[in-house]
């Protein structure tokens, strides 16, 4: 368990009642737009307040609730070894990959290019060598096949590659059906994926206040296969959803309920976290923003209505809106990641990779936000206090004017109570410059080369 996670509260208990209460009006008052007509049709057969002329569905209050009862508070995502299982109950904190991004910053040239299918095999490869990225949301897509290939070529090029869970986006329903077949096999039957499942699926809800017929479909036959799934909102203050924070979250918070809902009328029981990915306009240009302060504050606000409902929280952090691995990014990573790890959700994906506004995924950004990663873990953990760490002892033996090198307690705790910056030049100034005076965007493509030029195994 993360000792500080979930403490940080961006919201009263009031705040989140009253954004609950507006959520709900807009459920039962102003709906939500579902052109699936097989889809309405079970839903109309479920007794939901189907609108057939505008194919508006309204939920009430008694829909929501039995719901909300029977969507599981802990959901286990599994990896294709046990150390990588992720435990999703309100308690634990997990960082991953994530996006669609349709560019890479190339690791050897340095320039911006379409992405590929290798590009599935390479992120995952280096995710899976990283500690501290702890599951892997495909970030990238396979640009050199076509749409009716991509579930197939994304998961399956994961699952060769990659030991810890394997989450994506869907784009077919021939392509879904094919993932999991292929998964089932690999788990040696259809029952015991669906008893550890290490595959998940995203489908979505498109701000403001619609499911795309396809996407409503997907869902239904995810569901049905018993396969964990998300469908996560993903608004955009200002120009889909309200431009106040507050306006915004309500709406976002109305759109996952429904997507939570709909998995529970189809199968109860079924595994669903609740999942959103607000960002913000740039009043300046009208083009979005992944990287602002408050898309970091909205996550974090996103965390505690999950945890009010008592869901597992997928949500967002992590993307920048710098085009390298800059500075930029650097700052707005870390920013946003905090809030969210420190609101407690439990499961951020786009926290590493990510830049650009999550249209590319660079290479080195994956070593460099390992470390970010391991860095917020470090704070989540806390400082431990008790006697022996509270050293009394050891400072009377040291002693005014000693040093506590060699003290019992640095030897002790020496490789636990503190972070071990891998990326930090820890040479000075003269030797550094001597050594070619590399930053750290540079060390850090270094060592993702390292990994990927090394066989798989090694």
Known sequence: MLDLAGKFKILSLKDIEEIHQASMEILTDIGIKLENQQVLKYLKDKKVDVNPENSIVRLTNTVVEEALATAPSEIVLYGREDENNLILNNENVYLGSGGTAVNVIDLYDGQRRKTVSKDVVDTARLVDKLQYIDFYVIPVYPGDYAK?????????????????????????????????????????????????????????????????????????????????????????????SPLTL????????????????LTQLIKPGARVLYGIVPTTMDLKTSSFRFGSIETGIMNAAGAQLGRYYNLPVYNTAGVTDARIPDIEAGYEKMANILLSALAGSDFIHDAAGLIDSGLTVAYEQYVIDNEILGMVKRVLKGVEVNRERLAVQEIRDVGAGGNFLTAPGTLKYMRSELFDQKLMEPARWEEWNKKG?????????????????????D
């Open 246 to 261: 507050a306006g915004t979250l309500a709406q976002l918070n109305a759109e996952t309920l429904f997507g939570i809902v």
């Open 437 to 457: 005076a590399r930053d750290v965007r540079e060390r850090a493509a270094n060592i993702a080369r390292e990994i990927l030029n090394k066989k798989e195994g």
């Open 148 to 240: 009716e290939k991509a579930d197939e070529i994304r998961f399956i090029n994961a699952l060769e590659h990659t030991s810890k869970h394997v989450m994506g986006g869907v784009y077919t329903g021939e392509g879904i059906k094919k993932v999991i077949e292929h998964a089932a096999e690999l788990a040696g039957s259809r029952q015991k994926l669906q008893k550890e499942p290490f595959i998940s699926m995203i489908t979505s809800i498109i701000s403001p206040l619609q499911m795309e017929k396809n996407y409503a479909g997907f869902l239904k036959y995810i569901v049905e296969q018993g396969i964990p799934v998300v469908a996560p909102p993903a608004p955009i203050a200002g120009a889909t």
